[in-house]
T-cell receptor
């Protein structure tokens, strides 16, 4: 069964600190992996996409990594800001049209 | 502005009273989809559409209907809502029907539905 597991479920960090969110998946075959940011009460917005051949990709203060061999991805947030408070969702595309969503990590950045 | 719109944003209804949640996108996207989001379960796909008049079931289609008569619109219909359909619903669209899910899905703002 295709699964996407994220950890931790929730996280509280101080403003300015770094953090790393994890995503492990069992989706096969693998096509790509996206990280979405979902602000409370709003729809998810894509941060980055990782394909099989990519190991690292950055989008501003967000850096995603992918290890396709171990089926793990991480999202690293540098110098966190209050506006980073949101849920971060890992989404893996497998075979034709099949997409599996993780439950998400809820991040709270406090002053 | 490129966007996906949903209406209504909030809806409280009673069991059995038919309702429709509208979804519209202005990006000329071929692919559209409906999701529900529940605590502890994440986003789950209800139905999707690869193009006009082409729809297919997602993971949790029971109790829902959709139609795609026009490219820009993809309404979600609950013929006889039940309390277990209380949830947060998102519509999404994406470019290219052939590689729809390689492209970013653009999500609407969500519709919070409560069925009593």
């Amino acid at each position: 069964k295709n699964q996407v597991e994220q950890s931790p479920q929730s996280l509280i960090i101080l403003e300015g600190k770094n953090c790393t969110l994890q995503c492990n998946y069992t989706v096969s075959p693998f096509s790509n992996l996206r990280w979405y940011k979902q602000d409370t009460g709003r729809g998810p917005v894509s941060l980055t996409i990782m394909t099989f051949s990519e190991n690292t990709k950055s989008n501003g203060r967000y850096t995603a990594t992918l290890d396709a061999d171990t089926k793990q991805s991480s999202l690293h947030i540098t110098a966190s800001q209050l506006s980073d408070s949101a849920s971060y969702i890992c989404v893996v595309r497998g075979g034709y049209q099949k997409v599996t969503f993780g439950i998400g990590t809820k991040l709270q950045v406090i002053p | 502005e490129a966007q996906v719109t949903q209406n209504p944003r909030y809806l409280i209804t009673v069991t059995g009273k038919k309702l429709t949640v509208t979804c519209s996108q202005n990006m000329n996207h071929e692919y559209m989809s409906w999701y529900r989001q529940d605590p502890g379960l994440g986003l789950r796909q209800i139905y999707y559409s690869m193009n006009v008049e082409v729809t297919d079931k997602g993971d949790v289609p029971e109790g829902y209907k959709v139609s795609r008569k026009e490219k820009r619109n993809f309404p979600l219909i609950l013929e006889s809502p039940s309390p277990n359909q209380t949830s947060l619903y998102f519509c999404a669209s994406s470019r290219s029907r052939d590689r729809a899910l390689s492209y970013e899905q653009y999500f609407g703002p969500g519709t919070r539905l409560t069925v009593t």
